[in-house]
């Protein structure tokens, strides 16, 4: 029994490790600060898990998003506490561009495409 345990638990070890490898996702793509001068729009991206972006009231509002290579998901969890679903979302980065297909509808986004260039 112990043999067959120290097996398995090795096996699983390897294979986590194993899968494990530095062009896996998430991998800081987004983090920086992406403005939308078209839509007077701003995203403060702090990490691979969370963004800030301004609010009408004069607030930066939170959100936690992840990420695939062609798609993001997204969730408000700001101070208005708001039970929101998250929405997956088509996106494309290309060097400085970010253009992400909001067309569904999220909390604290119009529902058009956005087009956000990285700000230096």
């Known amino acids: 029994m112990n043999i067959r ?21 998430p991998d800081g793509r987004f983090i920086g600060t992406w403005v939308s001068e ?24 939170t959100y936690v998003y992840s990420y695939t290579e062609d798609s993001i998901t997204i969730q408000y969890s700001g101070p208005n506490l708001v039970l929101v679903r998250p929405s997956t979302h088509h996106y494309t980065l290309t060097h400085s561009t970010l253009i992400i297909d909001l067309y569904k509808v999220n909390y604290g986004f119009e529902p058009v495409e956005m087009e956000y260039l990285k700000s230096e």
Request: aromatic share 16%; with cysteine; proline share 4%.
């Open 38 to 61: 078209e839509k007077n729009d701003t995203m403060f991206i702090i990490d691979d898990y969370t963004f800030k972006k301004p609010r009408p009231d004069g607030l930066l509002h």
């Open 5 to 25: 345990f120290a097996s398995l638990t090795t096996f699983l070890f390897l294979q986590v490790f194993m899968s494990c490898n530095k062009d896996s996702l």
